[in-house]
């Protein structure tokens, strides 16, 4: 039973999972809206402040105060704000695609889309 999303309590394994500092683990997505609802960083569980959140793939666009704030340097900012994305790498085994990469939108955390989790 791992793998339990604290806030939503869903066991989905096609959503990326993200522990924080104090050891409670939430779906990403999940942890991203509870930050910006809450206006902190604070541990959705045990309210223990934690560090800013890493840009995963495919997820939309750095958030201030959740991505980075105030502390994160300039050459930081850069490398959050120019995060490059990648598309799924999987390569396609039938069809008139066959041999050929999927190249779709990869799922919130993965290198692969949601056909191909």
Do not use: W
């Amino acid at each position: 039973m791992d793998n339990i999303c604290g806030i939503c309590g869903d066991t989905d394994s096609k959503k990326y999972m993200h522990t924080l500092n104090c050891s409670h683990s939430f779906h990403y997505e999940c942890l991203v809206q509870s930050f910006k609802y809450a206006n902190n960083r604070n541990c959705p569980i045990c309210r223990k402040p934690s560090d800013i959140l890493p840009m995963v793939n495919s997820y939309k666009k750095p958030i201030n105060l959740i991505h980075y704030d105030y502390t994160t340097s300039i050459d930081e900012l850069d490398k959050i704000k120019n995060f490059e994305h990648k598309k799924c790498d999987h390569i396609i085994t039938r069809g008139k695609n066959k041999g050929k990469l999927c190249d779709k939108r990869c799922v919130v955390g993965f290198y692969k889309c949601s056909s191909h989790l």
